[in-house]
C-alpha cells in the first residue's frame, strides 16, 4: 500500500437548516480536528443536495447558512479550506469515472438510496441513485484518508473505500487510498426529540423533534422541556439505558455538549429525575448553542463576505483536486489529460 499523507475531508448538504445532530455529529467534530495538525477540508456539498428538488433561491440561502454554521462552530477559513461543491468542478468530473467503476447492486443496496426514493424508485432522480459515487469523489480526489461523519454515513464510506478498491484493481495501480470513517464520541447518532428510535433529522415534518442551531434560547428550552422521556430516573450505568431510548438519547446529547463521555454524565446525573436533569441540559445546550446561532444571524448579514470565503476555499481546494483528477484521467487513458 502506498503511504498517504493524513487529510481530513467531509461534507454536509446544504438542504436547509442545521439541526443538533449535524452539530454533534459533525460541524463540532470538524472543529476539533481542525487543530490537530492535519490538513482539513469542509464542503458545502450542492451537488448532492439537488439529488431532491431545491428550491434555486433557498439553495442558495441554505449555502450561505450552512457556511455560517461552519465558521460560527469554530472553523476558521484560514486554517481549513471551507468551499461549495459547485466551484470545483472536479468532484463531478471523478464522479462521472466512478459511475463507470461503481456496479448498480451496490447502489441499490444503500439504506439511504431506499429510504429517500420510496416505493416509487422509478420517480426518483437518477442523481439520488449515483449519489454515492459522488460522495466517493468528494472524498477521493483529495486522496483524504479520515472522513468524519455521523453513523448515518457510515455505509458510504464503505463503498468509498469498496470504489476506491476496484478502480486501483481495474487499473492495477496504488492510486487511491482506503479511506477510515472516523465515527467518535457519544453523540454519533442523536435522535428525535419527539421518539428515540428515529434520528433527528432537519425533515422530520415535527419542528419539536429536533434543535435547529437556529433555535432562540426560549425555543431551545422548551424543546428540551417537551422530550419524550419515560417515568424512570437516570440510571448510573449505561446498562440502565438498555431498552430506553429516549433517556439514552439525552445522556447523549449532554455528553456530546459537554465533551464527557455517556459514563461520566451517569455519574454526574444518575439517581436524578428527569425533571431535575432536564433544565440542567437546557442550561448547557443553551449556554453551548446561543453563541453559534448569534454568530450565524451576524454573518447571514454579510454575504458577500461568505461568498469571498467560499471563493477562496474552491482556489484552495481546485490546487489540490485538480493534479489528482488529471492522474486518473492519465490511469484511464484519456488522451490529452
Ligand atoms: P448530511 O448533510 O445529511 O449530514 C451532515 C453530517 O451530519 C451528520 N448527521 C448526524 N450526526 C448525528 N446525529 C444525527 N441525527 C445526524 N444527522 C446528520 C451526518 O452523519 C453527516 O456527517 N452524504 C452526506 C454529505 C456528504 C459527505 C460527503 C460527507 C457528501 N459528500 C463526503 C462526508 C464526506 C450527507 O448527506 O450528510
Same mark, same amino acid.
Given at each position: ?53 431545491? %428550491?434555486?433561491?433557498?439553495? *442558495?440561502?441554505?449555502?450561505? /447558512?450552512?457556511? !455560517?454554521?461552519?465558521?460560527? @462552530?469554530?472553523? $476558521? ?96 495501480? %496504488?492510486?487511491?487510498?482506503? *479511506?477510515?470513517?472516523?465515527? /467518535?464520541?457519544? !453523540?454519533?447518532?442523536?435522535? @428525535?426529540?419527539? $421518539? ?142
Amino acid at each position: 500500500m502506498a503511504e498517504f499523507t493524513p487529510r481530513v475531508f467531509s461534507g454536509i448538504q446544504p438542504s436547509g437548516g442545521l439541526t443538533l445532530g449535524n452539530y454533534l455529529g459533525a460541524l463540532k467534530r470538524f472543529a476539533d480536528v481542525q487543530d490537530a495538525g492535519v490538513e482539513t477540508i469542509y464542503c458545502m456539498v450542492d451537488l448532492h443536495a439537488i439529488t431532491v428538488w431545491q %428550491d434555486p433561491t433557498a439553495l *442558495t440561502r441554505a449555502t450561505r /447558512e450552512l457556511c !455560517a454554521g461552519f465558521i460560527a @462552530s469554530g472553523i $476558521d477559513p484560514e486554517k481549513s479550506i471551507l468551499f461549495n461543491q459547485s466551484q470545483v468542478p472536479a468532484h463531478a468530473q471523478l464522479a462521472w469515472i466512478f459511475n463507470c467503476v461503481a456496479r448498480m447492486g451496490w447502489m441499490q443496496r444503500m439504506t439511504q438510496w431506499k429510504d429517500k426514493a420510496g416505493k416509487n424508485t422509478q420517480n426518483a432522480s437518477l442523481g439520488l441513485f449515483a449519489y454515492p459515487a459522488l460522495m466517493a469523489a468528494d472524498i477521493l480526489v483529495y486522496h483524504a484518508t479520515h472522513v468524519p461523519v455521523g453513523e448515518d454515513q457510515k455505509q458510504h464510506l464503505e463503498l468509498t473505500r469498496d470504489i476506491a478498491i476496484k478502480f486501483n484493481n481495474d487499473f492495477g495501480v %496504488d492510486f487511491f487510498p482506503e *479511506t477510515e470513517p472516523v465515527i /467518535e464520541g457519544a !453523540a454519533t447518532r442523536v435522535m @428525535s426529540l419527539r $421518539d428515540g428510535t428515529k434520528k433527528m433529522s432537519k425533515s422530520d415534518p415535527s419542528d419539536m423533534s429536533r434543535i435547529n442551531l437556529t433555535d432562540d434560547a426560549d425555543t431551545i428550552a422548551q424543546k428540551i422541556r417537551k422530550a419524550r422521556t419515560d417515568a424512570e430516573p437516570l440510571p448510573g450505568d449505561l446498562d440502565g439505558l438498555t431498552a430506553r431510548p429516549e433517556a439514552r438519547n439525552l445522556v447523549n446529547i449532554y455528553a456530546g455538549l459537554a465533551d464527557m463521555s455517556a459514563q461520566q454524565v451517569l455519574n454526574a446525573h444518575g439517581g436524578q429525575q428527569f425533571s431535575a436533569f432536564k433544565p440542567a441540559l437546557a442550561d448547557l445546550a443553551v449556554d453551548r448553542l446561543s453563541p453559534i446561532s448569534a454568530e450565524m444571524s451576524r454573518l447571514m448579514q454579510e454575504p458577500a463576505e461568505i461568498d469571498a470565503i467560499l471563493a477562496r476555499g474552491a482556489e484552495r481546494a481546485n490546487t489540490i483536486a485538480a493534479p489528482i483528477l488529471k492522474r486518473t484521467y492519465e490511469i484511464v487513458g484519456m488522451v490529452g489529460a
